[in-house]
């Protein structure tokens, strides 16, 4: 493939390395150097080659760079299951980093089924691309895939633990709401949550819980990850002998179903009992009546951390685990209007 | 790169064109020949060279395939805003319909900012891709990228009509919904919906009004896409003369807003009045009190749809732009439980 073909813009001539060396005011071996990292150059002739590549919009050809450095700057991106809700941020985050690495990230989706997924990999195999993110919907581990070439784990960890994988610190996430509502005066709260099958709910109750103390009224409630199970828990709590002051939720969906319930019953939020969710979804945070206060899981950041530690090992260098910490996010669910 | 390197199993050793020869009882010419569908060959040799081929797990390597047919077997997949509701399910079913034509996804999330659409383009310039998708979250046109490979819009249709758009039939989802309701006896209908500036809400409408005909209460009520607004737009057909007993929603979060008002007005869904949605939004549609009758709207399908049509007009053949008709799905919102 020539220069000419790699252009798209119909009509337009493409351009070429001459141009660039021409504007720069170098050799076209120089301009070469400058923009391919190589050779002994001053700094300052090497930015003004690439001041003038970006001025004209210079692109040079992947492949050719690919089959001279051996790389293809392209990255695998698996999900164990459909991308959704919680894949999606991590995606776009990943991408955001490794695109400002210059790589590009084929998408695969093996719907949870072994089969496609053993398809993608002889795919991205035959591909020769750089290196795997791994992600999907679940917060509990996954086994690793196996392959040798550098693979990072997003949000759904691997169960090796000489992998590398990026997590979700939900526990810092619960022990912050938990931390807020005691902050507020509120003295009786209730722990309302999700199955506890999944880790993501047991971290959680664990990181409001080392908080609370004493405040916490009762044992944590496990149910669904919904807005049904919230409405339910709210009249669980309601046939107890504790009266509570204030309810933290698992998720959003959860807290939604409590504020919806606690309305029906008569009982003001925030003013009788403040409510906290959990993921900053926004279709269930923001509808919410009174609108939530509740955790940003800041799943972009993820993406981006784990984009940039398999950029890190494809360079040859290294990276670690690591867990990033969501935020609190405060509305008028504990604050009021 | 050598074969054995596009192998990623660790220690495996990988399969080679003479095994799959050797299983199929053929000279490795003629496997060739019938992997790569070239030659004259009988079809019965050629199925047992490709089965030989699958039993084997033999990728061969794409990047020398794309060296010599001069495709990457690679299609860009541009979204002109953040992957999000609408985008996710058309970009699942391309990448089906892609897949299955062993054609991998890059992917290129622009967030609605320009320079970073032609950054994107530039880059998909440089790595040869075959052709590419665009959608996005508006049903609205958009203007036409300007390249010289093939090019498929999905939900997002082009200005241009002379493009190959893949579209959503809103009217004949909106004509459906309403026929449903005509069925049900209901004789007295409201119609609240989405901002007059989204072709989708216009188009909704308008497929509803030709079917609903003198059944149809007052003008369309135009609004947010929100449940607040569908709550509101219960209060404003309380204030007027008409006694309604169905409300056809432009969405299913107005819907939902609107079963929630009329329950607090202590007006029963569907007794007193019916209630349907658009988009059977599953957070949404499921979730409302009671659940809602709505209108599937079958991106995916949608998605396989223009993935195909760029498979054609990559092979060289032609494509036609296209509307996906979407489905009616039937819940306790109007039939009671």
Not at 94 to 113: H, K, N, P, W, Y
Not at 213 to 223: C, D, H
Not at 304 to 333: C, F, K, N, W
Request: with cysteine; proline share 4%.
């Amino acid at each position: 493939m020539t220069l000419e073909r790699a252009g798209l813009d119909r009509g337009a001539q493409p351009v070429r390395i001459t141009d660039v060396a021409a504007l720069a005011g170098v050799s076209i071996g120089t301009a070469s150097k400058a923009l391919n990292g190589t050779g002994q150059l001053r700094e300052s002739t090497r930015s003004r080659v690439k001041d003038a590549a970006e001025k004209l919009g210079f692109v040079g050809d992947a492949r050719a760079r690919a089959l001279s450095s051996g790389r293809t700057y392209t990255v695998g991106m698996i999900t164990t299951d459909s991308f959704g809700r919680f894949s999606i941020p991590v995606l776009l985050g990943a991408e955001d980093a490794l695109s400002a690495g210059q790589m590009a990230v084929l998408l695969c989706d093996t719907r949870d089924d072994h089969v496609r997924e053993a398809h993608y990999l002889r795919s991205l195999a035959a591909r020769g691309v750089d290196g795997i993110i791994v992600t999907g919907r679940s917060a509990d581990p996954r086994p690793p895939i196996d392959v040798s070439i550098p693979v990072v784990y997003a949000f759904t960890p691997s169960t090796d633990p000489a992998d590398v994988s990026i997590t979700l610190d939900d526990a810092a996430g619960s022990s912050a709401v938990a931390a807020h509502v005691l902050t507020l005066g509120r003295q009786r709260v209730a722990i309302v949550t999700g199955p506890a099958r999944h880790q993501s709910a047991v971290r959680r109750v664990s990181g409001a819980t080392a908080v609370l103390g004493s405040a916490l009224v009762g044992e944590p409630l496990y149910g669904e990850w919904s807005e049904r199970w919230g409405r339910q828990a709210v009249d669980v709590l309601a046939r107890g002998s504790a009266d509570v002051d204030a309810i933290v939720c698992g998720s959003d969906q959860i807290a939604r179903g409590v504020c919806d319930r606690l309305r029906e019953l008569g009982r003001s939020v925030p003013e009788d009992v403040a409510v906290t969710g959990f993921d900053d979804w926004d279709v269930m945070a923001l509808a919410s009546r009174p609108p939530l206060t509740t955790v940003d899981l800041r799943l972009e950041e993820l993406g981006r951390v784990a984009g940039q530690a398999l950029l890190d090992l494809i360079d040859g260098g290294s990276a670690a685990s690591a867990a990033v910490t969501p935020s609190l996010v405060i509305r008028e669910s504990t604050l009021g209007a």
